[in-house]
Structures are given as C-alpha cells and as structure tokens.
C-alpha cells in the first residue's frame, strides 16, 4: 500500500476516530487506528469494541486532493506514536509505503519505519442496518446530551442508570437520566418521522461524551439509525456506532411531582449565583447543603460548616406560598447543575412538601423540559 | 479591626501571597493568611516557612481609592475558602468587620461569618538587612532563571543541585545549574555596583519558580538584598524572603571542556525540531536517545527502539570535523532543552571526544552562555 495525504486532513481525521481507543484497551489490537484505502477513499478506524468511529476521507474537497494513492490496501497502526509522528511532520503531505505491517514514512528528510499491527487481527465493524433511522440537527441533538446527561448516576450498582434513556412515541422524542437523587426531562417534537415509529433505548454516557465533541458548535443534520443493541450516528462523513446499555429503563414519570404547596418564580442567574456563593461554606462537606427560607417575597439562603462559619444571602422573588414560611435543604451542585440546564432568564421552581421532590422549568416553558430534586433531610 | 477594600485590588494581592502557601502546610497557622492594617496600608502576608511572600496595598493608586478603614489591627484569614469568597463577592467593595478571630465578610446581600486563625499564632517575619543589594532588570533576571534552572536536579541526594548557584564576583553575576548529567551557566556584567560586592549562594528551584510568576513580562528593577542564609526580592510593592540552601556549591568550570575535536554551526531551530521529530520513536524509553552522525556537511539524527522501529532526519550544518565521521549519542530531551535555552538563530556545538562533554553556545555569542551535555554510553 503506497499513498500521499495532506497532512492536515489526516490529522483531523486522526483526532476524530482516536477518541474511541481506550487508555488500557482490552485488546492490544484495539491500540491501532485502521487505514483501507480503496477507489477514491481513505476510511480511518477505531474502536475500544463499545464506541466505534469511522471517518472517510474524501479524495477532493472544494477541488482540492487531499491524498494520491500508488497502490490500494489495509494497514493497522500504533495510534499512540503515529499521531504525533503525523503531527510533527514537516511536509505539507506525508508518504507513506507498507509491506505488509512494516510501514514507511517520510516527510521531507524525515523518514519513519514503524511496525504495524497484524490487519487481519483488527475487528471487522458490524454493517449497520438501514431500516429505523430519523434525523435531527447536530445543535439539537447537542442540546438534549447537555440538558440531561449530568444527571447520569455515576458508578451506580444498576449500569441502567449510567446511560440517557431516549425514548420515541408518538413523534415525541425523549431524553431522561436520573441517578434517583435528580431526574431531567426533556422532550422535542420529532418532524417528517413516520408516526407508527418508536423505540425505547439506553445510551451509555461516555459515547454520548465522544458524539457531543463531534458536533458541538456544528448546525447540520445528524441521521440516526438504530437496532436493537446499537445506535448509529452519523454525521457528515463521520459515523458512530454504540453498543446500547441493555436492560429496561425504569418508568421515571411516577418521579415527577404534580401537587404544588408553595411555587417560586425567580432569576435563574440570580438563584444561581447566590447558591455558589453560599455554598463556598459547604462545598468540602460530603453533602454539600444549602437551605432555602421562603417567605412571601424573598428566598433566604443558608449554609454552614462546623470548621469554617456560615453563610447567607437574600434574594428577591415571585411567591405564591400556601405556607408562612416554606423550608427545604437542597445539594447546592444539584441545584446549580438543574438551573443551569433550565438555562432560562426566568426560572419556576414548584415545591410540593419539604421532604418530597420538588421541580425546575423554564419560565416561559419554551422548551419541554424539568428538572426534578430531592430535597435531603438535615435532622 | 472594620475595614473595607476593592475587590480587584484584594483579589491581585491575594493571588500573589497564597503562592506562597504549601499544598499541606507543616504548621496549620501556615493554612492563612495575615491581614495587616496599619497607618495608610494594607499588608498581607503568606509563607512555607522557607518562601514568604509579602504584598504591601498602597490607600491610593492613580488617585482611587483602594481601601478604607474604620480600624485598625491584624486578622489571619483561611486561605483555601477566603480568596473563593472574596473572588464571587457581588458588588465592587467588599466590607470586613472582624473581632478578634470571627470574621464578617459582606458584599451586597450576602453575609459570611468565618473563623479566623489566632494572630499571635502566626510567626513573624525576619527583619530585613538593607546592608547588601544589588539591582537587576526583572526581564533580565527572568531570563537568567530561565536559562538555568531547568538543569538543576530533581531529586537529587545532594540538596545542593536542587538550586541555582548564583555567584557574584567583579561585578560579573554567574548563574549556574547542573544535574551532574548537563550543565548551564550563563554571566553577566552587573553596572552600578561596588567590585568588591561578592557573594555565593544556592537559590532553592521551587522560591525562583514562585519570583518568576511575579516578574514574567515585567520591565522595572528588582531590588535584591541578600544575607547569610537569605535573600530577598522585593518588586514593586512584593517581597519575597527566601532562605538559601546551605552548603558548598562545586566548582563546576572544570566541567566544561577546553578542547575540540569537531565544531559544527547549525540552526538551533532546525537541528531542534529534526531531534524533536526523530526521537519520538525513543520517548518512552528510559534513555530517551538520538545517535548524531556528523560527516562533512550534514547531521545523521537517528533514533530506534526495539517495540516500534527507528527513525532519521539528515539536515545541513557547517561543520569543522578532524575526523570523516564523528558520532555521539545524547539524550533527546537534554539536547533539545539546551537548544531551547541557548535561543539563538545559529548555534555552535563544540564536541571534545564521543564520551566526553560536549558544548552548545550561541553563534554570535551576544549572550555569555554555555551548555554542557554529557553524551550517553550506548554500548
């Protein structure tokens, strides 16, 4: 196998599929990054056997080559050592020539010979299935991971919960992650979907991670295929697969309170800041507690530590109280992680006892989402 | 004690001084931070017990007014929370009100009430002698620690190599650090000061770390005055006391090599990035080793290791060579960190024998440095 590429374009192409090798992967093998080249294409591949990326490096773009080939083949190579070998290169384009895993490469006067892996060792990537797919923009779809996915338990005892559960009925696409202290919601109407369409699913955590650094900041669409065990993202000419969590995700609409005994309309930034502030006091507590007085107009909140002394701030806010004061304790990184995924100017918190779940929406309710939070007991 | 300050100045000055404060400090007082109001000042103050840092907040700076007080005294604040507090504090002005060791914090609506540290507890700081000083531009001295310090030891069982020996003599001030594997020593001409003005003495790595933060990218004088078992920095309104490590530096000019064998005249840059690029296939191994072959007018950079293959770079060099071919192995990272120190277009590589130290100088010797480099055995 004997090619030329742009070394530019190879080492984006590099960074995209290495996200999917392990630190200590499983397999030696799983250490290398694949490169076929066959008619017009280079395709790069990686996996750690639960993420795989693959990229297709297309011959031209806007008229540009950006690789020749002598000679078509398979190569399989130490992703470690190569991506800095390509990196360091002093050529606008890199040669590279393989005698079966032997393989040489040369940029100027700088001339590299690396062992390769063994290619027929390197897993063969499933063939994905065409049949179910809808699509969604990429800035969406970015949205709905960001919205949910700190709520994912982390080392939970049930693995169900280290995943977004993402659940389609009705047209109605939904994200929830809990991790049974918190709970986010967040629903969108899917357009152009055939209505009959639905599937229930659960997507482990870090590969929606990967995905999210793929299309952060990005506005084109995402086509999305799934089958039973696995999702499929594709996106421009980078393509996902994920091996699903297996398992049933609990019913979590049970979790979402609807008798209200006291409701505050408020400023999330404002709610926001007061509680980092305040819990300056608490935070190297195992449970890092603010308390929140609300009276009939201002919410007070509260924090101490035996070590350090306490804290309190006053802020202003719409109230409407059955009670003459409303009490509650609230982990501050929860409640600050939850107002800042309502992301709203205006944020309304609905309380429904002082030791039961409360919930955070939108003011305006411009997008379908809650959140919900246990409170936690401080006697 | 009743005061109240700019936050941004509090801030600066506070960020200054906890530099001095150890991740697990010996004695607990060393936790804080002393607060010190005293006629028109401002004085805080943080140390290690070895470096103590002293930021000194004038009332008045371009006619604002920084600070205002109701009365005087001194508190010792917890450094680990009180520089969070002060540095989400809401409004502009902060105000403190501290009684004895409980201390009130306010900003806008929001109030803490901390614990202090006891004041009397607090070590205080040696009294400076003002007999013996010189005074040096801070870029100037910057540089000089740049241009040594990385080749002191790590670790070493001599605490002596774990300085900067700085020596002043006929108004020439020398720099010099050695790990015993590679040398730098860089000299320069002091002006306005005494010629029978003499010292010798081992700065600690880690209190030339801490001054460099302060002066990187400054252009005023740093004031030096320097005792038995002390010196002292004092920029703008910083002080720096530091204790000296005590001991007998060696005489390390015996360590730099007066004959010559071979003597080539490269780019510093090139020969840099062909040794940086060529010895990523070594990185990990425990010598990190490039072989340079020199011949008539080229460079040979080759480096191998068994797991992963070898690689090599030729590049063109002026060169003066007694013998057809001249070959030397080195540490890659030593070779490149001299380079980089030297930082000059052209560098003079003056070699003395295959495993004898060797030199590296600027071409136009418009500094008055040298790097020695001991080669490496590789049979």
Redesign the interface.
């Known amino acids: 196998m004997k090619f030329s590429i742009k070394k530019s374009k190879f080492i984006e192409a590099l960074n995209v599929v290495s996200r999917a090798i392990a630190p200590i992967p499983v397999f030696d093998i799983l250490k290398g990054i694949k490169i076929e080249i066959f008619n017009n294409y280079i395709i790069l591949k990686a996996s750690d056997s639960l993420i795989s990326i693959e990229y297709v490096i297309d011959k031209y773009i806007d008229d540009k080559e950006m690789f020749s080939t002598d000679s078509e083949g398979e190569i399989v190579v130490?992703s470690k050592?190569f991506i800095?070998?390509i990196k360091?290169?002093?050529t606008e384009y890199i040669e590279f020539d393989a005698n079966s895993n032997s393989i040489k490469i040369s940029s100027g006067?700088?001339?590299?010979?690396?062992?390769g892996y063994e290619v027929n060792e390197y897993p063969d990537f499933p063939i994905i299935s065409k049949e179910n797919k809808f699509t969604i923009s990429a800035n969406l779809f970015n949205n709905i991971i960001k919205e949910t996915i700190f709520c994912t338990a982390q080392n939970d005892q049930r693995p169900i919960l280290e995943g977004v559960n993402l659940e389609l009925f009705n047209s109605i696409l939904t994200a929830t992650a809990t991790d049974s202290h918190r709970l986010s919601k967040r629903k969108i109407s899917l357009e152009n979907i055939n209505t009959e369409q639905t599937f229930n699913m659960i997507i482990p955590r870090k590969a929606l991670q990967s995905v999210q650094k793929i299309i952060e900041n990005r506005e084109n669409d995402i086509d999305i295929y799934y089958e039973d065990n696995r999702i499929v993202f594709v996106y421009e000419n980078i393509t996902y697969i994920i091996l699903l969590i297996s398992g049933k995700y609990p019913n979590t609409d049970k979790l979402i309170p609807n008798i209200k005994v006291c409701e505050v309309e408020v400023s999330g930034n404002i709610l926001f800041?007061?509680v980092?502030?305040?819990s300056?006091?608490s935070r190297d507590d195992k449970n890092d507690i603010v308390k929140l007085s609300i009276n009939s107009d201002t919410i007070n909140i509260f924090s101490q530590s035996k070590?350090?002394?306490?804290?309190?701030?006053?802020?202003y806010a719409n109230i409407k109280n059955d009670e003459d004061l409303f009490e509650i304790a609230v982990s501050a990184k929860f409640l600050k992680e939850a107002i800042h995924a309502i992301n709203s100017e205006t944020i309304i918190i609905k309380f429904s006892g002082e030791l039961t779940a409360f919930t955070i929406e939108p003011s305006d309710y411009h997008r379908d989402i809650v959140q919900v939070l246990l409170p936690v007991r401080t006697y």
């Open positions: 130490p050592y800095d070998i360091k290169a002093p006067n700088s001339e590299f010979n690396i062992q800041e007061a980092d502030r305040v300056l006091i070590e350090l002394g306490n804290a309190e701030e006053e802020i």
